[in-house]
């Protein structure tokens, strides 16, 4: 029970707090430096009120590093939407809830993390907190879609099986396209395995809102959901958050997740995310709204988050021309590469907003005509051999290293993920023996002016030294 306030007696402790804050002080003596007075010109005539949110750890507004009050209180209420046992806040976004989730998953050094499907190279990071032993399976290459396949249950049985003593299974749903896995059946066989499923879902905060949105991945079973509201609901930049089901984890996570945050955390950050989880509950008819809105222009697909348009093009000349069409009339893309383009909608987006963004679609899709889906993307064939790591993810941090030209690379082991994949999905991992042919394709595609982290502005990548 937290200290100072029922749970529920506001559906926005944090802002309710900052506010009455705000109301009360006339003049500030005590951090930041702006003293919700003066920051300079043109920052301070864009950001407006919200400076005088922008505060410390006041009488009345917690602390994020031991929250018993407001924080606490919202965060058991975002818990309750979910159905989590907890819910932990992020300001240092889902970076830091995926390293956390591994560091308190991995019972011991040399934990064995099998990674189905890509993932995001936050997930490198926390193989090296938690000083895990990764197993990676590929997953299908769908030349269609021009995007990877979901991982799937029967894949998932088929690796368990294959590799015993997996303590920890991490997959990412929905993809960065927007297709989403069946992680009830992830959840099943994971746990008949004796292993914990932490689900990556970044993309999916949404989730659950309509019964035309996928179900969320806590109400599915999964140990450890993670999550970025900034990503899909009305929320800012970096704030995130990670439900955990689990009693047992709870604590470990919760303690991982503060070891990577800093002391002076961003109300301004906080208090979004408390919006966004009273949006949770406020914002259902917004949300019905919106999807009614889209509905008008695009056919739901089942299995895909219909908040996110993915276009396969197969050719970077086309995905960039869609592009170039868009942004001539005011409008951008979350991404666009080689294999597609991708767009975000947001709920609160008008009709009029997806009537302009239809036009210029429609327009540019009569033109371009339909994708050859016989050609796949060279990166693509990256991702269908598994990693096999020579070196643990923390021993190849510890070594030191040097860099070499990309083309020079093969033989080498990689110090750094390389990957050319959004959104930063490594398709060679630090510890891995750099081939001949991947080091090849990688330089093809940086040349092409792909962008690949990991590689620098003078094209060379680091290796270890050793």
């Given amino acids: 029970m937290t200290r100072g306030m029922e749970?529920?007696?506001?559906?926005?402790?944090?802002?309710?707090?900052l506010m009455h804050h705000a109301r009360r002080e006339r003049a500030s003596f005590h951090v930041p430096g702006h003293h919700g007075r003066y920051l300079p010109q043109p920052l301070s005539a864009w950001l407006g009120q919200a400076i005088k949110l922008d505060l410390t750890e006041l009488p009345g507004l917690d602390n994020f590093h031991a929250a018993?009050?407001?924080?606490?209180?919202?965060?058991?209420?975002?818990?309750?939407?979910?159905?989590?046992?907890?819910?932990?806040?992020?300001?240092?976004?889902?970076?830091?809830?995926v390293m956390a989730a591994l560091k308190a998953a991995c019972s011991a050094p040399g934990c064995r993390v099998l990674i189905l499907g890509p993932c995001h190279l936050s997930v490198w990071r926390g193989l090296v907190y938690a000083d895990a032993s990764p197993v990676f399976v590929p997953t299908r290459w769908n030349a269609a879609r021009q995007a990877f396949d979901p991982p799937s249950p029967a894949l998932l049985e088929q690796s368990l099986r294959q590799w015993g003593d997996v303590r920890v299974v991490f997959v990412t749903s929905p993809t960065y396209p927007g297709l989403v896995a069946d992680v009830a059946g992830l959840a099943d066989v994971a746990h008949r395995h004796g292993a914990l499923l932490v689900v990556d879902e970044a993309h999916g905060a949404h989730f659950g809102l309509d019964p035309r949105l996928p179900l969320h991945s806590v109400a599915q079973g999964a140990d450890v959901v993670v999550q970025s509201p900034h990503k899909t609901l009305p929320c800012l930049t970096q704030a995130a958050w990670v439900h955990v089901s689990r009693p047992d984890l709870a604590g470990a996570l919760h303690e991982a997740l503060l070891f990577l945050h800093t002391t002076s955390p961003s109300y301004l950050l906080l208090a979004?995310?408390?919006?966004?989880?009273?949006?949770?509950?406020?914002?259902?008819?917004?949300?019905?709204?919106?999807?009614?809105d889209l509905a008008a222009y695009r056919a739901f697909e089942a299995h895909t988050d219909p908040m996110r348009l993915w276009?396969?093009?197969?050719?970077?000349?086309?995905?960039?021309?869609?592009?170039k069409r868009l942004e001539d009339e005011g409008l951008f893309l979350e991404y666009w590469d080689a294999s597609g383009a991708l767009a975000l909608f947001g709920f609160g987006q008008?009709?009029?907003?997806?009537?302009?963004f239809f036009s210029v679609y429609e327009a540019w899709r009569a033109e371009a005509g339909e994708m050859d889906a016989a050609r796949p993307w060279e990166g693509a064939l990256l991702y269908e051999t598994p990693a096999?790591?020579?070196?643990?993810?923390?021993?190849?941090?510890?070594?030191?290293?040097?860099?070499?030209?990309?083309?020079?690379?093969?033989?080498?082991?990689?110090?750094?993920?390389?990957?050319?994949?959004?959104?930063?999905?490594?398709?060679?991992?630090?510890g891995q023996v750099v081939s001949e042919w991947q080091a090849e394709v990688l330089a093809r595609l940086?040349?092409?002016?792909?962008?690949?982290?990991?590689?620098g502005a003078d094209g060379t990548i680091e290796v270890c030294d050793a």
């Avoid at 749970?7 to 707090?17: C, F, K, M, Q, V």
């Avoid at 008008?350 to 302009?356: E, H, K, L, N, P």
């Avoid at 940086?446 to 590689?455: E, M």
């Fill in 272 to 292: 979004a995310l408390d919006a966004a989880q009273a949006f949770l509950r406020s914002g259902r008819d917004l949300v019905r709204r919106t999807l009614d």
């Fill in 350 to 356: 008008t009709a009029r907003d997806f009537s302009r």
């Fill in 446 to 455: 940086w040349q092409d002016g792909h962008d690949v982290v990991g590689v």
């Fill in 68 to 97: 018993s009050d407001c924080i606490a209180a919202s965060e058991e209420l975002c818990a309750r939407h979910y159905g989590a046992y907890r819910t932990y806040y992020s300001v240092n976004g889902a970076t830091a809830c």
């Fill in 311 to 323: 276009v396969p093009t197969g050719s970077k000349a086309r995905s960039g021309h869609l592009a």
């Fill in 7 to 17: 749970p529920g007696a506001a559906e926005t402790p944090i802002l309710d707090r």
């Fill in 388 to 430: 096999q790591p020579a070196l643990r993810p923390r021993d190849t941090q510890r070594l030191p290293g040097r860099r070499v030209p990309l083309r020079e690379a093969a033989g080498c082991v990689a110090r750094q993920p390389l990957a050319p994949y959004p959104p930063g999905v490594p398709a060679v991992w630090p």
